[in-house]
């Protein structure tokens, strides 16, 4: 009798003994997990910074009529004369290489990406398109203005990256759900919750959580 207590007691000591290396285990998991999805993170920021510095000389245009046969020479008239529309002198040499690229909406016509020689090129046309539809009542470009008997609005972004465009698409949502201010800047997203919050730089959608409990807060 006294036997068999004193081996139930040895059995339970060795199940609490696993017990705790277990759980020791299961902790080390935990850090391991924590570490390596930090560094993924740090990662893709990384990632996502660098292939904003590579678009950094691109516009995105949208809504621009695309026809059957077009060749680069007809899109660089194009994007001539819409700078011309916006007040900028530019010139084919200005542009270092033009493309349509993929769009989910078959509907619609490809958007074209624009690379200029320089991002200084690029931003003259970027603010000029925005002060334009600041003090426009209407929309400053149309189809129509680029010899297109389609009458559909023409819209310049800066090239974000598919990651970002998303994220860029919360963030916009964000600001209807009243969040004040939503800023792009050469590829990057920022937003504050008001005037007196700080500036969140918004790379991830744990950023939008982080807004979102600074307005809570």
């Known amino acids: 009798m006294e036997h068999a207590a004193t081996d139930s007691s040895d059995k339970i ?19 391991e997990y924590a570490t390596l999805s930090t560094k993924y993170n740090a990662l893709t920021e990384e990632l996502e910074d660098i292939k904003a510095r590579n678009r950094r000389h691109n516009i995105e245009i949208s809504g621009l009529p695309q026809p059957s046969q077009e060749y680069k020479s007809d899109q660089i008239k194009k994007v001539i004369n819409i700078a011309q529309k916006l007040g900028v002198t530019l010139l084919p040499s200005d542009i ?23 991002v200084i090129i690029r ?4 603010d000029a398109y925005y002060e334009a539809k600041k003090n426009q009542r209407e929309h400053p470009l ?13 819209f310049l972004a800066t090239h974000l990256t598919p990651a970002k465009k998303l994220l860029f698409k ?5 600001k209807q ?27 991830r959608d744990e950023d939008l959580q982080k807004l979102c409990d600074t307005r809570l807060s």
């Open 13 to 31: 000591l060795t199940l609490e003994s696993n017990s705790k290396t277990q759980g020791k285990k299961v902790s080390n998991i935990e850090k």
């Open 142 to 154: 149309c189809a129509t203005m680029i010899s297109s008997n389609i009458r559909s609005r023409i």
């Open 96 to 118: 270092r290489d033009i493309h349509r690229i993929p769009t989910y909406k078959a509907e619609q016509p490809q958007p074209l990406i624009v690379s200029f020689i320089s």
């Open 123 to 126: 931003n003259e046309i970027l």
């Open 170 to 174: 919360k963030l916009r949502e964000k």
């Open 177 to 203: 759900a009243g969040v004040k201010f939503v800023l792009e800047r050469n590829g990057q997203l920022y937003a504050k919750v008001d005037e007196t919050s700080r500036v969140i730089k918004i790379n």
